[in-house]
């Protein structure tokens, strides 16, 4: 049964740091792209990062700088460091990989509706709140 399982949520001071991680069980990441998204209840969900099969990293606008994609070399895990945490980064994170090679992450709308799916090009996460206070 594949499953991602996402953790290093908490809450922070702003400036401070979380590391989050996205475990996988049942699969391995060979392959797959694998993305943290995020979402504030009421806004739309948000791709800030994503590591592609190949190791190639991307990074939205309002994380570069800040936030480090990386995964481990049994590529089961993927983490994301946050770095200096601001208040507008308060959201829930969900970690997404896709199914296969020729599928890739996009941007969507909610990303409640995908939370723990497993779907034909991609699976998803419970997701992980982060608070960042002032």
């Known amino acids: 049964e594949v499953q991602l399982v996402e953790s290093g949520g908490g809450s922070v001071l702003a400036g401070g740091s979380l590391r989050l991680s996205c475990t996988a069980s049942?699969?391995?990441?060979?392959?797959?792209?694998v993305g943290w998204y995020r979402q504030v209840p009421g806004d739309e969900c948000e791709l800030i990062s994503t590591?592609?099969?190949?190791?190639?990293?991307t990074y939205a606008d309002s994380v570069k700088g800040r936030f480090t994609i990386s995964r481990d070399n049994t590529k089961t895990t993927v983490y994301l460091q946050m770095d200096n945490l601001k208040p507008e980064d308060t959201a829930v994170y969900y970690c997404?990989?896709?199914?296969?090679?020729?599928?890739?992450?996009?941007?969507?709308?909610?990303?409640?509706?995908?939370?723990?799916?497993?779907?034909?090009?991609?699976?998803w996460g419970l997701g992980t709140q982060v608070t960042v206070s002032s």
């Open positions: 997404a990989a896709t199914t296969g090679p020729q599928y890739g992450l996009s941007q969507i709308w909610n990303c409640e509706d995908y939370k723990g799916t497993v779907g034909w090009s991609d699976s």
């Open positions: 590591i592609r099969r190949e190791g190639e990293v």
């Open positions: 049942g699969i391995t990441f060979d392959y797959r792209d």
